[in-house]
């Protein structure tokens, strides 16, 4: 896989102009937005973070409602933000997701909480909430409020129109830089099935999946109109297509005249999946990359993005991050990987990682949270239905716990005794 411009290329430099303090809109407040506003505040930036739900989380925030087109293409249809599933348990170890300086521990004494170490979503966004309240972010995020336009202003500032919920008057603000921290869980993307516009049985899309309640005692017997022919030849008799096909980067708010694109599923032109070189650094992306240890990610991403408004950290040119650009997309050719797989970094997370890291100049990933994140990922196909309760990774805990008393936020520890 890729791991040219991940090591050596473009070292961060430091920056010889004084330091900046911008006025920076977050679009979400899901994990990658929330620590962003962390970051951008610790950076000395003022931040108002825009959430267009009626709380904080994400795609973490369980919804039993699902949309009324089960397949989510009709555009007039009710839109529901999260795909979280009722029974969704992590895949990943809570020692391994966490964000740096505010570990994912158990919350001792408290029958709400999931002591597990895969625990379950209700247990993920409560945590994020914690993180929210214990950095003052909470205070700063505009709930149920939708961006319904980020547009380029006069002097490289950026417009945000923004609506509240019910329909009210539109606010125009103007900010000095635009993170984008939205997600990709909400628009489903579909595969293109030959004769599928015929076929008279149902479909549904994984985003509107709940529980398994409404499949159960479905495929009944032979219909003719219900066969399902496949690429060898075989078929299946079927009543219902659930689509287990992913999800589309989504901007709709987002006017850039072009300069930012989506095509097949691949946002660019994009320097390290974050800045548009035309655009950088006043408009940013955190969270598009996939096939990673996602909350981590965005510390590192939202640290670089935070000191580079700043003038702490500068970046290169614009000429030279669009050579980088066209050197990656170039290496991704050669290696026959498919447009919509750009960024999928699973085969150089941790080089990507610890290159954003090197640029903050701050630690890199712990050699316990590689080596967790790599055992769940091999046992999961192995006991993919015992391996969250199995996993023989106690003194890789051990040194995650060693590593977490070291750990502190304000002065004030954050792990249980």
């Not at 999946?209 to 017997?221: D, L």
Request: charged share 25%; aromatic share 12%; net charge negative.
């Amino acid at each position: 896989m890729i791991m040219s411009g991940y090591s050596n290329s473009f070292f961060h430099k430091p920056q010889s102009h004084h330091l900046a303090s911008r006025h920076v809109a977050v679009i979400g407040a899901g994990a990658a937005g929330l620590v962003a506003a962390r970051e951008l505040r610790r950076e000395g930036h003022k931040v108002i973070v825009f959430e267009r739900g009626d709380q904080l989380g994400g795609t973490w925030v369980y919804n039993p409602n699902v949309e009324s087109d089960p397949i989510g293409v009709h555009p007039n249809r009710t839109l529901v933000h999260s795909s979280m599933y009722e029974s969704l348990r992590t895949n990943l170890p809570r020692e391994a997701m966490g964000f740096r300086d505010y570990p994912f521990v158990a919350k001792k004494g408290d029958e709400e909480r999931d002591p597990r170490r895969f625990p379950v979503h209700r247990e993920v966004l409560m945590y994020l909430k914690d993180f929210a309240g214990e950095f003052g972010i909470s205070e700063i995020v505009r709930l149920e409020t939708e961006v319904v336009l980020v547009d380029a202003a006069a002097g490289g500032k950026w417009k945000v129109k923004s609506r509240s919920k019910g329909g009210g008057d539109v606010e125009d603000e103007i900010y000095d830089a635009v993170v984008v921290c939205s997600g990709h869980h909400t628009e489903p993307r579909l595969p293109q099935i030959q004769g599928i516009n015929t076929w008279k049985g149902k479909q549904i899309h994984s985003h509107n999946y709940r529980t398994p309640a409404p499949f159960q005692n479905q495929i009944k017997g032979v219909h003719e109109d219900g066969s399902l022919v496949f690429r060898d030849g075989s078929f299946v008799v079927a009543d219902i297509i659930l689509y287990c096909t992913g999800y589309k980067y989504h901007f709709p708010f987002l006017k850039t005249n072009d300069i930012v694109t989506v095509d097949d599923n691949c946002v660019g032109p994009l320097y390290k999946h974050i800045f548009p070189p035309a655009l950088a650094p006043s408009l940013s992306f955190v969270g598009l990359p996939w096939m990673i240890a996602p909350f981590p990610m965005f510390e590192f991403q939202s640290k670089w993005i935070a000191g580079i408004l700043s003038n702490r950290i500068a970046l290169p040119s614009q000429e030279e991050m669009m050579e980088d650009v066209k050197a990656f997309h170039s290496s991704l050719e050669t290696l026959g990987i498919r447009k919509h797989y750009t960024h999928n970094v699973f085969g150089y997370k941790f080089g990507y990682d610890e290159w954003l890291a090197a640029q903050c100049g701050c630690p890199g990933f712990e050699e316990w949270r590689k080596q967790m994140y790599i055992a769940a990922l091999e046992n999961l196909p192995k006991q993919p239905e015992t391996y969250r309760d199995e996993l023989e990774d106690h003194h890789l805990v051990l040194q995650a716990h060693q590593d977490f008393t070291n750990y502190t936020v304000n002065g004030v520890g954050v792990v249980d005794k």
